[in-house]
């Protein structure tokens, strides 16, 4: 099993709706939660970080966490089509000293 | 406020070479990170430096390593380049040792071995 799991993708919305990515993780000890934006070719940029149950917003994204379903997702409210990129969700494993574990990403597309 | 900068952008090699590539941590950042991307794969973590010293290092062969300077600066170092090794390399920083902090990647490092 992977530590953490993501669907692929791609996931198509139209443009105006709601975005809802997620992904799991396998160790419950895991701490601190991170969803990045990766447009192709450029690097990952930081979204949102969430470290406690329950949901965290900023702007048009909400995170949200559950771990006693080992559970993170991301919502993008308004989905624009500058949100088209791929999503990683980043976990920090429990005694694995600030290294972070992603997963293997979803691709969003937007369409017009 | 300045990013996490790398150089640089793009390096060619050839097999058997060796390749540094460099990296500036966001200012008061002391953590710097290193991870792999190769195409069609995850990000994989390499290594982790923070205060000068080696704090964790992932599943990569020895012929992988770097170092920390005094100003937080980092280099990674891939000594007999293999096919293989083609990739993005990403550098991240963060503050301090505090496990949860997020961390800031840079524009990375496209290695490409000929």
């Known amino acids: 099993q992977k530590e953490v799991e993501q669907n692929s993708g791609p996931l198509s919305v139209p443009e105006g709706a709601i975005a809802s990515l997620n992904c799991t993780y396998s160790?419950?000890?895991?701490?601190?939660f991170f969803w990045y934006r990766q447009y192709s070719g450029k690097s990952p940029e930081l979204i949102m970080s969430?470290?406690?149950?329950g949901d965290k917003e900023d702007g048009r994204f909400t995170a949200q966490l559950n771990k006693a379903s080992q559970y993170v997702s991301l919502l993008i409210r308004d989905s624009q089509p500058s949100d088209s990129a791929t999503y990683l969700c980043?976990?920090?494993?429990?005694?694995?000293?600030?290294?972070?574990?992603f997963g293997t990403g979803t691709r969003l597309q937007v369409t017009l | 406020e300045a990013g996490v900068t790398q150089s640089p952008t793009h390096l060619i090699k050839t097999r058997g070479q060796q390749a540094t590539l460099r990296c500036s941590p966001i200012?008061?950042?002391?953590?710097v990170y290193w991870y792999q991307q190769a195409l069609g794969l995850g990000l994989q973590f390499l290594l982790w430096?923070?205060?000068?010293?080696?704090?964790n290092r992932g599943n990569f062969p020895p012929r992988f390593s770097g170092r920390q300077f005094p100003n937080y600066s980092s280099e990674l170092n891939v000594n007999a380049l293999e096919l293989e090794d083609s990739a993005l390399y990403l550098c991240?920083?963060?503050?301090?040792?505090?496990?949860?902090?997020?961390?800031?990647f840079g524009d990375g490092t496209r290695l490409s071995i000929l």
């Open positions: 200012s008061g950042h002391t953590s």
């Open positions: 430096y923070d205060e000068g010293e080696e704090r």
């Open positions: 980043a976990v920090i494993v429990a005694g694995t000293a600030s290294k972070l574990t």
């Open positions: 160790d419950r000890g895991s701490q601190s």
């Open positions: 991240a920083s963060s503050l301090g040792q505090i496990s949860n902090q997020p961390q800031h």
């Open positions: 969430i470290y406690s149950n």
